[in-house]
């Protein structure tokens, strides 16, 4: 019993049992079957002869009762001590010794989840207490709330001293409780210490100084790099005035302008940098001269400057060092690449991980109501209007979803059809441009092979450009028209829908122009330069289109929208095209990395330019988004989508430009080698030479250029992946059963509250209480349940505990163990009334009266097994019996169970109820108690009065 | 500044920053703006009490639907007027912060929802979520029918232990999937 007691402080769900705990003091000598039986059984209505025919038999000897509640300590004791405070505090020492130092053998992060876990728990559960319920019935609880609150503040400070400082802030941070509570918490933690540390000398007052002046720093560091970050307050701004997703363009905006910087950095510094310090005159002829149109065209006067692929010489630059600038240039620009590959490999990964692995299609209406309000929202007209749209999507989510049901074939025919007309107009749509590009560009080339170079023809060279970024204007228009017949089932598959689109005509678009540089400029000498110079044309024009774009599409149609056309509406921001439209540059400054490699700095500016464009574009001319999608989710698409096609597209065609295309002859860093990567085959011939460096030839000759190297790594990575694809799938089984656990628990749980509350029904002074009760009810699993769901197969455990404890009291016991979870409880029940029958024989005077609670043991039994045994639910015996004889074996390192609790307070209830029915007139009416539990000990705590009145 | 940063102390000020999400800059206008709420006469700010109407007038939860639960929740008063002190205030400014954890958001957010403080959402919590989301006028309701169907919708889908409620863990569950779920920009 004392070990009951000291476990249970430290059960989240105490409180629970703490009631019963005190009751039971109470009641060891009370007798619970004093009273006789109701012929009126509440809970086996269907069943209640039994029950008539043994009212008034003899009342049960008292020490019998006990007898079977010592029993039940047992089991009780198990589940009082919760198995995830065991994993945490091996050795954990009694609570009233504050100053117990035991190492904490876990990691800071699981030690902050574990106590908010506790914390949020006790004060969802002071929160559920207190405010309601009247106090004169919770006077004896609240008593034992308290002691357990301060008993978990106790361990909670404790846990919080043996953290270090850093870790001790951050977790206390960490907790969800009020400002006061967290003060508290401080204080009491930073006292224990100060009275430690008083034994110390001066060194360790000195080094808590010097770690608070750190603290202190790290502080105003944090503040100050706040500040300095680019355009928060305008991104707090458009977020009060749009909402998050379209805060996402900009922030996504943001991202492209850091890595374009990173990039500047990194070319300009490992390749631009070194040649301009080395040979500082301009190699352009005196015949050329900067008329201005270079900066539309890139050509000309362009065409000699650093800014390509051209101006760069293959020598080995002779200053301080050595500089070989055909290596700067091949390292530099494959590191370039991999870093960004691995940049967006790590962020699109953790976004995955945060955004899709729990994502569950199912849960959208949900979703849309419980998280959807953008509390980021301040401006008065935005929140009315996210009101109405927020109302007219649950509208629409709901008519669809009754609309969906009553779809005929016909019907959904049709909808195929236009679905796949769709289809393929926008997919022919896509292939008609890449066609008319192919076309163009070899007209192009037709032409500018027959003349000489002039000021018309530099001009005409910006036609394609031209006529790419039309389509990329229009295109799209054409799409989102498409957009409007087509009926989708939700919102989400018609973004969908359209961004695959947008995607196909850019993929189609770039594939062209990339075939015609590949093969065809790739025979004229010093190709690299007129490639860069189309790219940056390309860049350029894309620009002015973008800004134009956001002129007409924008302004424009305010305008029309506003003062011409009212019907239109204001337009809105669309996010999906404005973020396609950023990928779609980006795409364009990688494939031009090689070819031109200050591309980035003219990148630079241009997202630097158009956040402030679009950001004025947007407060001025458009309204939020009526239909705001997951924010986050759009976010991991819109990276996934940069990595893939995009980046890995560019990256393809960088990669089969510096293997298998030969660099010009005149021009650039390679002139001279067969192919852009035999450079390091070059370096490799110069290291030979070099003593002491064999070891990277060898690597070069082993590793880099073996095939049986890549195939084993390959090999490697598909066996890992084979791998983490099993442990996914048994991790999605593991998932499903918790599932179905989690299901079966909550039934477990309604179920015996209903049987709770049946009691009272049938009690006829409480019907004034029902209410009361039923509300309580309803609050009680919640109470529950994050301890439960943890622990709920602990419940099962504990059970199958119990009843191979009783099985082994009496052998002749033949009860099946072959149960899950949901018949585990049966089974308990079952065995129990198998032990009690056979007490009841074997002391004979009471058999009769012993039979009445057998009875309807066995009844509760057989409705439960009516409820819950389903065919699938049997499984093997094996795993169950030895995991029971296990448990049984060593009762302490059971784990909890709130459930555990509930079912005994419900047994005790059933029992006491029983007797206390009798009475047409109790002395005491049990006030509405603050849970249903406290009901059930109340109705024990009557039923001992009466027992009491009776003598 | 200088003179609400010697108002304040360099202690209390970093014990602030110890308990909250905020940086000094953000805990010094805070507190200007708190000062700002308070009459001329309450000069010394850290124990007053200001009332709700008062935080009320704040631009940014003066349109927020949720303005009253916010203060409801935060308030540690004893009267449960939803009036806030200083470390209230904090309270709040740091749980709708950016770098505030999903735990604390998705706690204070939770309290928010749970309109009849039972710590858990029933059916009537959630009926109020969605007049408050929608608007509470005649036309703007949703009707009975409609507000029945999206209920048991909400239910079926986030109840996963089938009680009838959506108790913390299953309301951490749905918003886990949610990383820009709340937020208040108070600067």
Known sequence: MASYRNG?????????????EIDRSKSLHANPYARAERPDEPYSTGHSSGGDGLAGRGPLGGWHG??????????????????????????????????????????????????????RGMTMRRMSMFPNGDPANEAFAEDAIRNELQNEEQNLIKELIALSTRDQIRAIRDLPMSFDEKKHIRSQVLAVKSKRSRHFTCFAECSENVSLSFRRFGYSVSSARQTLQLWQGIMKEIGSKFGTSVVIYFVFLKWLLMFNIFSFLVNFGFITL?????????KIPPNVSFSGLEILTGAGYFHYTVM?????????????????????????????????????????????????????????GAWQLLCS??????????????????????????????QRERLTLSQQLRHFGVHLGSWLLSTGLAVGCGASIFYLCKYEQQATAAADWSLLQDAETLLVPFVVSLMNLVVPLFYSLFNKFEHYSSQRRQIYALVVRNVLLKMFILAVLCYHWMNVVAKFSCWESIVGQALYRLVIVDFLFLMLGSFFGEFLSNLIGTRLLPRLGVPEFDVARNVLELIYAQTLAWIGIYFSPLLPAIQILKFFILFYLKKVSLIQNCQPPRR?????????????????????????????????????EHCGPFQGLSSTFSVVGVWMEDLEKIPGSQWAVWIYLNVIRSEIFYYFISLIIVVIIYIFWQVTQGRKQLIRLLKQRIVNDGKDKSFLLDKLQNLQKSHPDRKSQQKNQKRHSKQRPDDLSPTARSNSNAMVQALLARQRLEQEEQTSSTVPSDISSPGALTQAMLARQRAEDQEAGAHRPLSRALAVPAQAWQRAGGQERDEYFSPGFYESPVGASSMVTRRAEDPPSSASSVMMQVMQARQRAEDEERPQRAPAAPQNPAPAGSSALIQAMLARQQAQNEYDDGY | MGTTASQLGKDLLSEYQELTFLTKQEILLAYKRFSEL????????????VPMDRILTLPELKSNPFRKRICYVLSTSDSTNGSLTFEDFLDLLTAFSDSATMEIKSHYAFCIFDFDDDGTLDCGDLEKLVNCLTGETDETKLTAEEMRQLISNILEESDIDKDGTVNLSEFQHVISRSPDFVRVHVY
């Not at chain 1, 249970?8 to 019963?20: K, M, V």
């Not at chain 1, 401006?379 to 996210?386: G, H, L, P, S, T």
Request: charged share 15%; hydrophobic share 40%; with cysteine.
């Open chain 1, 8 to 20: 249970g402080l430290f059960n989240p769900a105490y409180h629970d049992s703490e009631t019963l």
């Open chain 1, 66 to 119: 006990e007898s079977r509640r010592g029993g039940e300590s047992f089991p009780m004791d198990i589940a009082s001590t919760p198995s995830w405070q065991r994993d945490i505090h091996p050795s954990r020492s009694p609570p009233d010794s504050p100053y117990d130092r035991s190492p904490p053998v876990h990691l800071p992060s699981a030690m902050s989840g574990n106590m908010t876990m506790r914390w």
């Open chain 1, 274 to 282: 070194p040649l301009l310090v080395h040979d500082t005159s301009p």
């Open chain 1, 308 to 364: 390509y692929y051209g101006g760069y010489s293959n020598a080995t630059l002779h200053g301080l060092v050595e500089y070989d600038m055909q290596l700067a240039y091949f390292f530099t620009i494959s590191a370039y690449m991999v870093l960004c590959g691995i940049a967006l490999i790590f962020n699109m990964g953790s976004l995955f991980m945060k955004n899709y692995v729990l994502a569950d299609p199912t849960s959208n």
């Open chain 1, 373 to 402: 309000w953008d509390f980021s929202i301040t401006n008065e007209r935005a929140v009315r209007q996210r009101k109405n749209n927020l109302r007219v999507q649950l509208k629409e989510s709901l008519s669809e979803k009754a």
């Open chain 1, 628 to 664: 705001s999608g997951r924010a986050a989710q759009m976010q991991t698409i819109f990276i996934a989508l940069l990595f893939f096609p995009f980046f890995v597209g560019a990256l393809s065609m960088v990669a089969y430009t510096a293997w298998s295309l030969s660099p010009s």
């Open chain 2, 38 to 49: 308070l009459s001329k006469d309450e000069k010394y700010v850290l124990n007053e009490r």
